[in-house]
């Protein structure tokens, strides 16, 4: 099992650029979420989904877009960067009652 | 919507010392999560309690879901222990797919 991929590692966007990052988990969750980290704030949820076609908004939505077309997948769009999202991305996935497996994180700066 | 804080913020420890880091929240819940984050940013799950007590290594994490309280002990502590600590929590009447984190508790471990 790979856990859960997630790309880019690293990204430079200039304000007003598109861009997506990639979620995979290979573990057959059913929960899937995006959360972003900064200084001071603590991890804080962006969207998740507890199957495909489901999706939600966390605490922190403005800005993004979230899609579940399988229970593979779960990507996270950017549709128009703003500096005030630079930060760094975590995918999460799981099962319900079970451990939570993040990805590796994907460092975001918007310039 | 779920309140978690942890305390303290920083924790420097001399190697072999015990250590606790507590984690309080505002709403009854199902499960909590304690997480250990390292330098270069990775997140792995170390426990998930519902009830009582779970043990690891000389990782002790407990729970009281009356007290709306959990503590992480570590025992004999390691220059290698030293990482930053999250608790997390489902959001009030979320699933685990929807959570709450403490802003993390940052444990340095001096040899």
């Known amino acids: 099992n790979a856990g859960v991929t997630q790309t880019p590692k690293f990204q430079v966007l200039k304000t007003g650029q598109s861009m997506t990052l990639q979620c995979a988990q290979d573990?057959?969750?059913?929960?899937m979420s995006w959360y972003r980290q900064d200084p001071g704030m603590g991890l804080r949820l962006i969207h998740y989904?507890?199957?495909?076609?489901?999706?939600d908004q966390g605490e922190v939505p403005n800005g993004y877009n979230v899609s579940r077309s399988t229970t593979e997948d779960f990507p996270l769009r950017l549709l128009s960067a703003a500096p005030s999202q630079t930060s760094v991305y975590f995918c999460?996935?799981?099962?319900?009652?079970?451990?939570?497996?993040f990805g590796e994180g994907s460092w975001l700066t918007v310039v | 919507k779920n309140e978690v804080e942890q305390s303290p913020q920083n924790l420097t420890a001399q190697e072999g010392e015990f250590i606790t880091i507590n984690c309080s929240y505002s709403?009854?819940?199902?499960?909590l999560h304690w997480l250990q984050q390292h330098p270069g940013g990775g997140i792995v799950s170390l426990f998930m309690?519902?009830?009582g007590k779970k043990k690891h290594g000389r990782l002790i994490a407990t729970i009281n879901i009356q007290e709306k309280h959990s503590s992480l002990h570590i025992t004999a502590s390691h220059p290698r222990d030293s990482a930053v600590y999250i608790c997390a929590v489902p959001n009030y009447g979320g699933s685990q797919g929807n959570l709450i984190f403490g802003k993390g508790t940052k444990l340095s471990v001096k040899p």
């Open positions: 999460a996935s799981s099962t319900s009652g079970n451990t939570i497996y």
């Open positions: 989904s507890v199957g495909a076609g489901i999706t």
């Open positions: 573990m057959n969750h059913e929960y």
């Open positions: 309690l519902s009830s």
């Open positions: 709403v009854g819940i199902s499960a």
